[in-house]
């Protein structure tokens, strides 16, 4: 009876510490998983278009939101959540007039791509396991000299995508 | 000395209606030629993004121009005149904000597409024979049912693209 106690004792105290080790491991994990991606997704620029978009105000842009085939396929076949590997990217300019188009129009109305801005170039990257702790979605920005922004900015991404979360995080969506 | 005179009248002659023919040949050509496209080029939608642009006024759309590979090697090599094959295509949709992005963003700035617009779908075909009459470019535009638009419509196309004639009449410049 007592070898018995001892025993269950040993089988208790092993699950526990198997359960803690799972418990801190899985929380070591999600304090170390990056929350953003460091390198340009090679060929972004060949991929196919997903929407445009306008943003007024301080960001004064026109952008294009492009999908490689994995997020094209995905958006096509109305896929929820996104599939590992889908990578959005989100190209913008600078709004501005054009002026020769205006002048063949013959009325002020038309706004084209201008200058590339501060963060001209951003992508969402879908691998569950690296970006646990941001809903499976690793966040970058990056510069016209191709440099990444800091970690910093990209802590301000996670939270505003989660209003999105129906639709696994992901705002834009596909222009027919 | 006759026979060589009248030798002379009959290559002269020759020569004439050759000149006449040809002359009739071009002529009839040109008004014989079609200034616009009255099928979808398939497979527009894969591909690749040359630019984005915004209309205000009646036009009211945000849209996305795309070239096909012929399209975009040209743009990229920036080569002038475009060659044989090039087709561009603008797709729009009504200029509309999103009430989701703008709560997102804490403030009125976001704008997206919206419904597609009656002549959602337009292209330029390069084509120098078959649109000689129209600068080398055929011109199309399509409904939401993907119905061509009557030809008195594309014979505005030609005299407005005149303003790009120093850049093979194409308005739209390549983003980068």
């Known amino acids: 009876m007592k070898r018995f106690t001892l025993s269950l004792l040993a089988v208790a105290f092993l699950a526990g510490f198997v359960a803690f080790t799972a418990f801190a491991s899985r929380h070591a994990d999600q304090e170390g998983t990056p929350i953003f991606v460091t390198k ?13 978009a306008h943003e007024e105000g301080e960001l004064n842009d026109i952008r294009a939101i492009l999908g490689n085939d994995v ?14 590997g889908t990578i959005i990217a989100r190209i913008a300019w600078r709004h501005v007039p054009s002026e020769e188009n205006n002048r063949a129009f013959g009325r ?3 706004f084209v791509p201008g200058e590339q801005p501060p963060w001209y170039l951003q992508f969402m990257v879908k691998d569950s396991r690296t970006y646990a702790a941001t809903g499976g979605w690793g966040y970058s920005q990056f510069d016209k000299d191709s440099k990444p922004g800091p970690e910093s900015d990209m802590k301000t991404c996670f939270p505003c995508h989660q209003a999105a ?8 969506r596909y222009a027919p």
Chains 1, 2 share one sequence.
């Open 40 to 52: 340009i997704p090679p060929g972004y620029r060949e991929w196919r278009l997903v929407s445009v």
């Open 71 to 84: 997020a094209i396929k995905a958006y096509r076949e109305r896929k929820l959540p996104f599939p590992e």
């Open 108 to 110: 002020e109305q038309s």
């Open 165 to 172: 979360k129906d639709r696994d995080f992901v705002f834009t």
